[in-house]
């Protein structure tokens, strides 16, 4: 099955309890890896570059252990962050780079909408400049049109959803929320990254150096690896919605 039909098929389940209702709670994007067969060891790391800095003991573990990742960046992480690009656009072969926004701008519609506290966009005009704005940032330094999106903070309304599919982009969801924005201790991120499963998508931040996502990420990921998981980007499989 295309990439773009499981993106389709993922929407229509999404929007079915809430097509008349464009104003309703935002909600996260549960997806799993569509397995080539039942219990292959293959998981997903995806990174979000909201803002700030550049988590370099991140990116260099994930280079020295070859493990493939797709990157979500914004535009304005894109600008503050030189270095993080050059190395990232050094290893093609490792780092899927796709579109995460121009601005961090969660994907709802509506004025006074916020998620976490972020104001959402007051209509779909704005909505579809944060997708394409942070698009043409993302191709002007790979070379590259993205395919994906993820919004800021992972959640969407299903307006926003079927605007982001209109455009064409694959909207990326995740099945194990690793870091929780960066804000989790070492030992969390091992214990959440010990419960993967077969076909998750991971979801952590390389944007907050600071923080201690990069040793619970090394150490968690050295053990899967241990375990016989290997990785892929999201580019390279097909993906469902999460049953689970």
Not at 154 to 168: C, K, N, R, S, T
Request: aromatic content about 6%.
């Amino acid at each position: 099955m295309s990439m773009r039909r499981v993106s389709i098929l993922l929407l229509l389940v999404l929007l079915v309890p809430f097509a008349a209702r464009a104003s309703s709670r935002p909600i996260e994007v549960h997806q799993l890896l569509a397995l080539p067969q039942p219990g292959t060891k293959i998981a997903a790391l995806t990174l979000d570059a909201c803002g700030g800095g550049y988590d370099a003991k991140l990116i260099r573990f994930l280079t020295e252990a070859r493990i493939p990742t797709t990157v979500f960046v914004t535009r304005r992480w894109i600008e503050r962050n030189a270095e993080g690009v050059r190395i990232l656009r050094s290893h093609p072969e490792l780092f899927d780079i796709e579109d995460h926004g121009a601005n961090h701008v969660p994907a709802v519609i509506g004025l006074r909408r916020r998620v976490y506290g972020i104001a959402g966009n007051p209509d779909i005009a704005h909505l579809e400049g944060e997708v394409r704005d942070g698009a043409a940032a993302v191709e002007a330094v790979t070379g590259n049109a993205p395919h994906w999106y993820r919004g800021a903070t992972a959640e969407y309304d299903p307006q926003a959803l079927q605007v982001i599919v209109a455009m064409g982009y694959k909207v990326a969801g995740f099945s194990v929320n690793a870091d929780a924005g960066a804000t989790l201790n070492r030992e969390t991120i091992v214990a959440r990254l010990n419960a993967v499963r077969s076909g998750d998508i991971i979801i952590a931040h390389m944007n907050k150096p600071a923080s201690e996502t990069a040793d619970g990420l090394s150490s968690g990921l050295k053990s899967l690896l241990a375990r016989g998981f290997h990785f892929v980007t999201l580019s390279e499989m097909d993906v469902r919605p999460a049953r689970r």
